[in-house]
């Protein structure tokens, strides 16, 4: 093979003729390292050398490509290649990225959920979610070569369970959206083709009399007295969870939520009800409490509470509470109010929703039953007996 340093133009190459045997190459004088490989057959061919760490590498282009594009694409390279992404890392990267699997990405994105700080009940059910239904139906498959219909047919015999089933939709399309964010899949547009299934809405709260079977089972316990604080002031539970001492000022009674806590991520600031301060004074006179008001209550362990999840069942078995959850408080706290006559306005302020529509959107049954209740009878009789 001859070598040979030339000005290429467009003419040079059309008209060049090919060497008895081997080949000739034409080093191009405008894109360094670019090269016109000319066979003895007439074959010609793109040829792209660059230096990577000491070593020189070769990338070939194939097709009958003209000067500008092989110039363009040359040029590509060596602006690659003074970026830190050769190509020959590139071809590396993209055989390791299709042995990545569907498990390889979840494990990735369940660590970094947790990185970003996310509750350890939320990765809890996304890994759940993960063992259950998902690793054995397309763990194993290549993330590149997951279909729709796959998932498809994952969901299938979810179809009777909605919550279920739209939360495994939003796993799985959380898992996809970190695996774009991560280059290791080009597009999965398709999953937000496949459609949720429509959930009964849950509003459950709390009677009268269940209210009473629940407050004679509590105990003189921490979790206990988290369960009363979140019954009083219909707090998230992780907001209770998280509470510092330094959040409250228990003279003007007021609790100070910081944004971190916060479920809309934003600073809060309510007030507290007189029974949630003394219950709040009670506790720190029993001298239990360290910087968090409800401290972790396993011995040697440093933190707050993270979970009630246990007492909860037993005090939903003791107060025969049906299959009411922890969440429940924080919705008998907002029906309650709602239904003693307090605007959503008013609401709003003191659970923390975004928005009003946003309450409204969750409690709009009540504020319906009270409307009802309110036109009732109005000239009703009168009305009636004029048509009699």
Same mark, same amino acid.
């Given at each position: 093979? @001859?070598?040979?340093?030339?000005?290429?133009?467009?003419? !040079?190459?059309?008209?060049?003729?090919?060497?008895?045997?081997?080949?000739?190459?034409?080093?191009?004088?405008?894109?360094?390292?670019?090269?016109?490989?000319?066979?003895?057959?007439?074959?010609?061919? +793109?040829?792209?050398?660059?230096?990577?760490?000491?070593?020189?590498?070769?990338?070939? $282009? @194939?097709?009958?490509?003209?000067?500008?594009?092989?110039?363009?694409?040359?040029?590509?390279?060596?602006?690659?290649?003074?970026?830190?992404?050769?190509?020959?890392?590139?071809?590396?990267?993209?055989?390791?990225?299709?042995? /990545?699997?569907?498990?390889?990405?979840?494990?990735?994105?369940?660590?970094?959920?947790?990185?970003?700080?996310? &509750?350890?009940?939320?990765?809890?059910?996304?890994?759940?979610?993960?063992?259950?239904?998902?690793?054995?139906?397309?763990?194993?498959?290549?993330?590149?070569?997951? =279909? =729709? $219909?796959?998932?498809?047919?994952?969901?299938?015999?979810?179809?009777?369970?909605?919550?279920?089933?739209?939360?495994? $939709?939003?796993?799985? &399309?959380?898992?996809?959206? #970190?695996?774009?964010? +991560?280059?290791?899949?080009?597009?999965? #547009?398709?999953?937000?083709?496949?459609?949720?299934?429509?959930?009964?809405?849950?509003?459950?709260? $709390?009677?009268?009399?269940?209210?009473?079977?629940?407050?004679?089972?509590?105990?003189?316990?921490?979790?206990?007295?988290?369960?009363?604080?979140?019954?009083?002031?219909?707090?998230?539970?992780?907001?209770? !969870?998280?509470?510092? +001492?330094? #959040? !409250?000022?228990?003279?003007? *009674?007021?609790?100070?939520?910081?944004?971190?806590?916060?479920? /809309?991520?934003?600073?809060?600031?309510?007030?507290?009800?007189?029974?949630?301060?003394?219950?709040?004074?009670?506790?720190?006179?029993?001298?239990?409490?360290?910087?968090?008001?409800?401290?972790?209550?396993?011995?040697?362990?440093?933190?707050?509470?993270?979970?009630?999840?246990?007492?909860?069942?037993?005090?939903?078995?003791? *107060?025969?509470?049906?299959?009411?959850?922890?969440?429940?408080? =924080?919705?008998? !706290?907002?029906?309650?109010?709602?239904?003693?006559?307090?605007?959503?306005?008013?609401?709003?302020?003191?659970?923390?929703? &975004?928005?009003?529509?946003?309450?409204?959107?969750?409690?709009?049954?009540?504020?319906?039953?009270? #409307?009802?209740?309110?036109?009732?009878?109005?000239?009703?009789?009168?009305?009636?007996?004029?048509? &009699?």
């Amino acid at each position: 093979m @001859t070598m040979a340093r030339v000005n290429l133009t467009q003419r !040079f190459i059309d008209t060049v003729k090919p060497p008895e045997k081997d080949s000739t190459s034409y080093q191009d004088t405008t894109v360094r390292g670019l090269t016109l490989r000319v066979r003895s057959n007439g074959l010609k061919t +793109w040829v792209m050398r660059y230096r990577w760490e000491g070593v020189e590498h070769m990338v070939t $282009l @194939t097709g009958d490509e003209k000067l500008l594009g092989a110039r363009l694409w040359g040029q590509s390279i060596r602006t690659d290649v003074s970026r830190g992404n050769p190509p020959h890392l590139k071809v590396i990267k993209d055989q390791t990225i299709n042995k /990545t699997t569907i498990e390889h990405v979840a494990s990735d994105t369940l660590a970094y959920l947790e990185s970003q700080g996310r &509750s350890k009940s939320y990765v809890d059910a996304c890994r759940r979610y993960q063992t259950k239904y998902v690793h054995p139906a397309i763990g194993h498959i290549e993330v590149h070569k997951v =279909r =729709r $219909l796959d998932v498809e047919r994952l969901l299938r015999p979810l179809v009777s369970q909605p919550a279920t089933h739209n939360r495994v $939709l939003a796993w799985i &399309s959380l898992m996809l959206t #970190q695996a774009r964010k +991560w280059e290791m899949l080009t597009d999965a #547009q398709w999953i937000s083709d496949i459609g949720r299934q429509k959930e009964q809405p849950r509003e459950a709260y $709390l009677t009268d009399a269940q209210l009473d079977r629940l407050i004679d089972a509590l105990t003189d316990t921490t979790t206990d007295y988290c369960v009363s604080f979140l019954m009083l002031t219909g707090a998230r539970p992780n907001e209770a !969870f998280k509470a510092r +001492w330094e #959040q !409250f000022d228990l003279n003007d *009674a007021v609790w100070r939520k910081p944004a971190a806590n916060m479920k /809309t991520k934003k600073a809060h600031t309510v007030p507290l009800a007189p029974e949630a301060v003394e219950l709040l004074r009670s506790l720190k006179e029993k001298g239990r409490s360290n910087e968090w008001v409800f401290p972790s209550p396993h011995p040697g362990r440093v933190g707050h509470l993270t979970t009630i999840k246990n007492r909860w069942a037993t005090l939903r078995k003791v *107060a025969d509470l049906g299959d009411a959850n922890l969440y429940d408080l =924080r919705h008998t !706290f907002a029906t309650r109010l709602l239904s003693q006559g307090a605007s959503i306005k008013t609401v709003q302020s003191l659970t923390g929703h &975004s928005t009003p529509q946003t309450l409204l959107k969750h409690y709009a049954h009540v504020v319906n039953d009270d #409307q009802r209740a309110a036109v009732a009878g109005l000239m009703g009789k009168r009305v009636l007996k004029s048509l &009699s």
